[in-house]
């Protein structure tokens, strides 16, 4: 499990970059219908999130030109949210705008993914300290309760149910720890990780139940040494299986 406010690979199948997901595609169907009109400012995030996520994969490799354009009517989408987006992930070194040709993809390197982990895991680990000391009965009956939601969305191979999934999962389980600025923080730092890459990988997904298993087990002990050991073996995991997959996708080569 990463975090969902942990985050997080790969397999063969992935979110095709010509689509936003299925949360924005229903948000953009609503907009057209006059129905709870979607403000700018989240559809330009909904954009860069896209984007972001296809660049941590690899699906946008260094040296791509990102076309306004093109990219808007791939998303469908007009133009100045793909421009708003550009303009978040240039601020976060992402791309980078050239005069005449628009904005490439800026490299990513070995100690981006390790600077990036390191964040979330300081993060989460204090994090997953707190809630061993302060998680509920009932908090952690929901935990068991979403586990196995995610649990069936792994059989069944459904990957939008099983990302949904980990989001919940922890989501409510730093909202046990009742540090949500921390929470946020952490949030912030997740949104570079590409969970549909990771939920599309089966193997990630079986691994992932087992850990929330485990989790709840050290949570029921209030086993705090147990439950912070968990949370740092799940970023490792997942640093791991991000930094093969680029690997094998030669953007380092």
């Known amino acids: ?40 400012a989240q559809l330009s995030d ?26 808007a009517a791939k998303l ?5 949210p793909v421009r708003e987006a550009l303009l978040k992930l240039r601020g976060e070194g992402m791309v980078q705008l050239e005069p005449h040709r628009g904005h490439v993809v800026l490299p990513l390197s070995r100690q981006d993914i390790d600077d990036i982990f390191w964040v979330q895991a300081t993060i989460a680990e204090e994090l ?15 935990l068991e309760r979403i586990a196995d939601v ?9 990957t939008e149910a099983i990302a949904a ?8 389980f730093n909202h046990a720890t009742g540090r949500i600025k921390l929470a946020w923080f952490l949030l912030h730092v997740a949104r570079y990780m590409p969970l549909m890459v990771y939920a599309a990988d089966p193997e990630w997904g079986a691994t992932a139940v087992a850990g ?7 949570l029921r002990r209030r086993d705090t040494a147990a439950v912070v050991e968990l949370t740092s073996r799940q970023f490792s995991d997942g640093a791991r299986r991000l930094v093969e997959k680029l690997n094998g996708s030669g953007i380092w080569d």
Request: glycine share 10%.
């Open 76 to 80: 469908g989408v007009s133009a100045t």
């Open 46 to 71: 909904e954009v860069a999130g896209h984007l972001r996520a296809a660049i941590m994969s690899g699906v946008l490799r260094p040296g791509t030109y990102i076309r306004l354009d093109e990219t």
């Open 1 to 40: 499990m990463l975090s969902g406010s942990h985050y997080g690979l790969d397999g063969a199948k992935t979110t095709p970059v010509t689509t936003l997901g299925a949360s924005a595609v229903t948000s953009l169907s609503a907009q057209r219908e006059g129905r709870f009109p979607l403000r700018r």
């Open 165 to 172: 999934g980990e989001f919940a999962f922890h989501r409510a």
């Open 212 to 218: 929330h298993r485990e989790m709840i087990e050290a």
């Open 150 to 158: 995610m649990a069936a969305a792994v059989a069944a191979s459904d």
């Open 128 to 142: 997953a300290a707190t809630a061993a000391q302060n998680i509920t009965d009932p908090e952690i009956g929901e």
